[in-house]
T-cell receptor, first 113, second 114 residues
């Protein structure tokens, strides 16, 4: 059973436009949500996070939105840049446990110049 | 560089051999995690240490896998009698003790079992 789903394996966006990456989760016990970016041959790099007490968190070009009722998380990148091309993973955790993260399967973002 | 480091970066071994990987976390982080990532998937949790205590293990961690974190500093992950299905990227992450601290990942060890 997949607790975290990223239904789009890939996404292509023109440079300067908005990239929207989506993530759905099933367990309402999750209360901490993160996005990681991964380049080939490197480990995941933390991008941005949000806790369940918020519905939006912004950091520069990156904004994460949380819809708890829909159990849906999204990452907006605006404006998109070619250097943003990477695999993006959403991850969820629970503050009541060891807080291991459960990851989605990733979305390959390609930003076209 | 004060990030998470892992050694080796790549390991090729024959089926049935034992392998050991090392992770050095960020020095002030007392929590350490091991994950495994296979092609087309996100990282999957294997085990968790708080200081030197191994507090949680996934069902993915079969009896052939063992992890240690002596003195609460670096950690090792050993796989005995490797199988082809063990071929994967093994990732280590660490975090501090705050309520929502994100995990910082190392570059991973790519294991290929022939």
């Amino acid at each position: 059973d997949q607790q975290v789903k990223q239904n789009s394996p890939s996404l292509s966006v023109q440079e300067g436009r908005i990239s929207i990456l989506n993530c759905d989760y099933t367990n309402s016990m999750f209360d901490y949500f993160l996005w990681y970016k991964k380049y080939p041959a490197e480990g995941p790099t933390f991008l941005i996070s949000i806790s369940s007490i918020k519905d939006k968190n912004e950091d520069g070009r990156f904004t994460v939105f949380l819809n708890k009722s829909a159990k849906h998380l999204s990452l907006h990148i605006v404006p998109s840049q070619p250097g943003d091309s990477a695999v993006y993973f959403c991850a969820v955790g629970s503050s009541g446990s060891a807080r291991q993260l459960t990851f989605g399967s990733g979305t390959q973002l390609t930003v076209l110049p | 560089d004060t990030g998470v480091s892992q050694d080796p970066r790549h390991k090729i071994t024959k089926r049935g051999q034992n392998v050991t990987f090392r992770c050095d976390p960020i020095s002030e982080h007392n929590r350490l995690y091991w994950y495994r990532q296979t092609l087309g998937q996100g990282p999957e949790f294997l085990t968790y240490f708080q200081n030197e205590a191994q507090l949680e293990k996934s069902r993915l961690l079969s009896d052939r896998f063992s992890a240690e974190r002596p003195k609460g500093s670096f950690s090792t992950l050993e796989i005995q009698r490797t199988e082809q299905g063990d071929s994967a990227m093994y990732l280590c992450a660490s975090r501090g003790s705050g309520r929502y601290n994100e995990q910082f990942f190392g570059p991973g060890t790519r294991l290929t079992v022939l």
